[in-house]
């Protein structure tokens, strides 16, 4: 984090639905509180689906989980408030909370008055207006990417338009394998400095989830994900961004 930041805000997006951006959140959220230096904060801006994948009325059962769009629907203050747990303040949607819409002032106040030193904002399901104001409101935006060439098609719009934005971003190619052309990826995508995660077995995703437990703490996403998540943070943290 560059001097006189002392807060670091990402928007996460996906360039095409299931690209894998809640994945790439909630890993990434790990890797920043595994260094000790960093309190990550995850936060969903339009549609949830964390809180169910995540298992979080399990790991908070007995324990309070602060509901944070009620509370900002009913006009209450969040500063200070968090859901702690992995050293990660989960702001996510719970179930009962699935139906509440923030408009754009109170979602850009949810964003700043988080508890956290890196907010992590997975961005989806917005208008497009709200789509670029909030991105316009962030330290850095990273984009991901599924290399299936129907799915960039699908995102070719989008990516034209934050190819010339000007703003501070990063992309990420998720599920990256050996079925894909690098060639002609980067011929259609025509970006620079990728960064890289590797497909993860299926069979990961579902047994985490079966068993309640957190993606970044399976020993094999681990393996494949460490040093791939090491290099991303070091880039969101550089002063400069490509």
């Keep these: 984090m560059n001097a006189g930041m002392d807060r670091l805000k990402i928007g996460v997006i996906a360039l095409t639905p299931g690209a894998g951006a809640g994945f790439v959140c909630s890993c990434l ?10 309190y990550p904060a995850v936060l969903e801006i ?21 509901s944070f769009f009620k509370a900002m629907n009913c006009g209450k203050s969040i500063r200070g408030r968090s859901n702690r747990l992995y050293g990660i303040n989960w702001i996510l949607r719970s179930p009962e909370e699935e139906g509440i819409f ?17 907010i992590l904002c997975r961005i989806t399901n917005v208008s497009d207006e709200t789509l670029w104001r909030l991105l316009w409101d962030m330290d850095r935006i990273l984009v991901v990417i599924d290399p299936l060439p129907s799915k960039m098609l699908a995102g070719y719009k989008l990516l034209c338009s934050l190819r010339t934005s000007g703003l501070p971003i990063l992309y990420l190619i998720n599920k990256m394998n050996g079925g894909v052309s690098r060639k002609e990826m980067l ?5 620079k400095n990728l960064f890289y995660l590797p497909m993860i077995d299926e069979e990961v995703i579902y047994s985490s989830e079966y068993g309640c437990r957190f993606f970044y703490d399976h020993v094999s996403a681990r393996s494949k994900l460490e040093k791939p998540m090491e290099d991303l943070i070091q880039a969101l943290l550089a002063v400069e961004t490509a």
């Design 187 to 191: 011929d259609y995508l025509k970006l």
């Design 29 to 38: 959220a790990g890797a920043f509180a595994e260094t000790g230096r960093y």
């Design 46 to 66: 339009g549609e949830g689906g964390l809180f169910d994948s995540l298992a979080m009325d399990k790991h908070f059962a007995g324990r309070d989980y602060f």
């Design 102 to 118: 923030l408009d754009l002032p109170d979602a850009m106040r949810m964003v700043n008055h988080a508890s956290g030193d890196v």
